[in-house]
């Protein structure tokens, strides 16, 4: 079986959901896959910051397979020990107390909206605050709190008691609050809108509108958090804590997880039956999260990240520079990267991500704003200046 069997067998069966890649990924390690042809890649996608640690990560491999061979699930009627490890370095490690474990981004994000609303519900507020730009998920609560028109389109009626300020205006957000707001949500830096910071005085306005009219802030660092921007969370370089939190992506290195913390008090309005996932927290999924947080809180990991992403960083600058035609610049944080395009760019985006492909490159183009470059954590320079001369050479051909 070649790529072209499995694309034509897969485009017979699947929901029409997704334009993909013309490959079929057979093999991974470290930050490079094999397709079914054989073809190599470099990815700097892992999997949509999912695998930061690389592919088949051998303690994450290892993780699973001891865990695989005691036990699969048994569901949250009881209790197990990675799913409790997994909490317990998860609360260690960062300001939250308590923790609520689900199966993806979305689902966490669905627990925080709901946990702002039961919280506020006796205040009778329940209308939540995001940002246009902002990605929040696709089941319909996590759609209508996602600020593209675009993702909405279709799916109306969606549920009430969402609204969406302009990005960057702590007085738009101001504006909007009234006496049904329960709570502002956020990335700390917009993943899929085209890695878009927000500014360490943007949050910090957010974060003192909530204390003054008594909201819940709620970070989405389902993207941005478990090492992605070169800290375990995004929060921690920003100067601004939140009161709720929501994980995915990187959690599990590829095992599908979604966490959402909190502190006590909050999570105290949550009593038994209000909320629930059947395989949330499963313990394959668990066991394997706690490999990687172990892995990423070893000494001198994101120092290393860090380290690596200011050379990316400075890398990048030198292809925008070279090409201000494509490229007005450079942003983002740790190993989650954007060049900005310009107009002429932002035409020939989706050619340059054809053309890195082809070359065996894999990185995107996001929000129509950007080409975003999210290489597994442990990338290495070597690496880094593969893909720079190679986007060099797209560049060149393109203009
Ligand atoms: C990917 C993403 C989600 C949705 O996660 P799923 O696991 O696809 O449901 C939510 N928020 C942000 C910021 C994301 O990047």
Request: glycine share 10%; hydrophobic share 45%.
């Amino acid at each position: 079986m070649n790529n072209s069997d499995w694309i034509t067998r897969g485009e017979a069966v699947f929901a029409g959901t997704y334009s993909r890649f013309p490959a079929a990924i057979v093999r991974g390690e470290g930050c490079r896959l094999w397709d079914a042809d054989g073809k190599e890649y470099l990815d700097f996608l892992s999997g949509i910051a999912v695998c930061s640690l690389g592919h088949c990560h051998p303690a994450v491999t290892e993780a699973v397979c001891t865990q695989a061979k005691k036990l699969l699930h048994v569901s949250n009627l009881f209790y197990t020990e990675p799913q409790t490890e997994l909490a317990e370095l998860l609360t260690q490690y960062s300001f939250a107390e308590r923790v609520f474990m689900c199966n993806s981004g979305a689902e966490a994000n669905e627990a925080a909206i709901k946990l702002a609303r039961i919280y506020s519900s006796s205040a009778g507020r329940y209308e939540v605050i995001s940002l246009s730009g902002s990605f929040h998920g696709r089941t319909l609560a996590t759609v209508a709190a996602t600020g593209q028109p675009k993702f909405h389109k279709g799916f109306e009626p969606l549920p009430s008691g969402f609204v969406h300020a302009g990005f960057g205006e702590p007085e738009a957000i101001e504006k909007l609050i009234n006496d049904k707001t329960c709570a502002v949500l956020c990335e700390p830096l917009q993943g899929e809108s085209g890695v878009r910071p927000l500014s360490g005085e943007y949050l910090q306005a957010i974060r003192s509108l909530c204390d003054r009219h008594g909201l819940l802030l709620i970070f989405d660092e389902v993207q941005t958090g478990i090492g992605r921007t070169g800290s375990l969370f995004a929060y921690e370089q920003c100067g601004v804590v939140p009161d709720i939190m929501t994980l995915a992506k990187a959690l599990a290195n590829g095992l599908p997880i979604g966490a959402m913390l909190t502190r006590t008090k909050i999570a105290a309005a949550f009593t038994p039956g209000t909320h629930a996932s059947t395989f949330g927290g499963n313990p394959v999924a668990a066991a394997a999260g706690v490999a990687v947080l172990k892995t990423m809180l070893a000494e001198g990991f994101f120092a290393d990240v860090q380290e690596r992403s200011t050379y990316f960083i400075q890398r990048l600058e030198e292809i925008a520079q070279k090409f201000p035609l494509f490229c007005s610049g450079v942003r983002g944080r740790g190993m989650l990267l954007g060049v900005v395009l310009t107009d002429h760019g932002i035409a020939q985006g989706t050619a340059i991500v054809q053309r890195m492909f082809e070359r065996g490159i894999l990185m995107n183009f996001a929000g129509m704003q950007a080409l975003r470059f999210i290489p597994p954590l442990i990338v290495s320079k070597e690496e880094i200046n593969r893909v720079i001369e190679e986007l060099g050479q797209v560049l060149a051909e393109l203009g």
